[in-house]
Each structure stands twice: as structure tokens, then as C-alpha cells.
């Protein structure tokens, strides 16, 4: 499959290597809340903290789009900071795990 | 002096009273946002959380309004919501001690 085409078992690997870095995304700011709501000590430290999470949600609203348009960017971006290996995406065609790599290298530069 | 004025002590006196409720309605907030945060469990609660957090810090800045035109109502409200009690205030004329009861009796009703 070119990367741009998107079989039915990529579509299903695609998806679930998509949820799986979404709930690392989640899980990453929970334990980030958790650490700093422990932290607090100051009334206007809830405003930090609340900036802190807006920005954080946005930014995953953002980034977790699930279009297959976009998804090559998308994978290369969850790979570039981490959290996608290139295991979780094993099975896509080697066009498509070629044009992530190449992407993601890219960023990391 | 009436309602509408306020010695330099009755200033100090509603300062010390305001600051007092400020505090311990931001002790509230936190306390939520622990109990809030100790029992997340989907990612989708961050969105709640978030939104619990806005709602909160949005009412706290818009009832908080330390402007000596509108602090009858603002005691008055903070009284009707537990953040004052009588005794907080104490030191205020007769007249300013009255209408706010006045009115936080009416917000009880």
C-alpha cells in the first residue's frame, strides 16, 4: 500500500497504535496533574495549575488527529517524542513506516 | 458609618475578612481538584477535570470583587456560602453588619 492508500488490517493497526499513544498522552498528564496538584501550596498556584492543563489539552486536541491525510505526520510527531515506538506500527506497508521514519528523523534533528 | 462609607479601621477589617474567605475558598477548590484527581480513571475525566477547574476559577475571580461599592454584597454572599462567619466581619459599623445579614438572610431564603 502507498502512503497515501490505507488497507483495512493498516487501518486497523493504525487505529490501534493511535489509541494506544493517546492513553500514553493521558496517562503522562495525569501524572503530571497528580505531582503538581500534590505541589500546591499558593491560592494563585491553581491558576498555574489550570493553565497548565488547558494548554496540555488543547495542544493533545491538536495533535491527535485522526485523518488519513494527515496520519504519516501524525505517527512521525507520536514517534519523534515518544510516545509511539516503531513496533506499535508494525505491520503498515514499508512505504508508509519509510515515509514516518524519514519524518520523524527529521523533527528529531 | 453608614453602609456606603468605611473608616480606615473598617477597611482594615473587611481587607483582613476578604483575604480570610479568598483563602479558604481556594482550600475548597484544592481540596476537590485532590479528591477529583486521586479518582481519575479515563482520559476523558481530564476534560472534566478541566472543566470543573474552569467553572471554579472563573466564579472565585467574578465573586471575589473587593470594591468597597459592591462588599456589602460580596460579605453578604460569602456569609450565605459558609466562607464568613459573623465573627469575621466583627468591627464593622451596625449599619454595614445589618444589611449584610439583611441580605444573606434574603440569599438563605
Redesign the interface.
Same mark, same amino acid.
Given at each position: 500500500m502507498s502512503a497515501d492508500e490505507w488497507s483495512k488490517s493498516e487501518k486497523g493497526i493504525a487505529r490501534r497504535a493511535f489509541d494506544l499513544a493517546?492513553?500514553r498522552e493521558?496517562k503522562a498528564?495525569?501524572e503530571e496533574?497528580?505531582k503538581r496538584?500534590?505541589e #500546591?501550596h499558593d491560592?494563585k498556584d491553581?491558576?498555574s #495549575?489550570?493553565s497548565y492543563?488547558?494548554h496540555r #489539552?488543547r495542544e493533545t486536541e491538536r495533535k491527535y488527529d485522526y485523518r488519513y491525510s494527515v496520519l504519516i505526520s501524525v505517527f512521525a510527531g507520536l514517534l519523534h517524542n515518544g510516545r509511539l515506538a516503531i513496533e506499535d506500527i508494525s505491520g503498515l506497508s514499508g512505504e508508509k513506516i519509510e515515509a514516518i521514519k524519514r519524518i520523524a528523523e527529521f523533527l528529531d534533528e
Open positions: 493517546y492513553a493521558c498528564i495525569e496533574l497528580k496538584v500534590s #500546591l491560592p491553581l491558576w #495549575l489550570h492543563l488547558s #489539552l
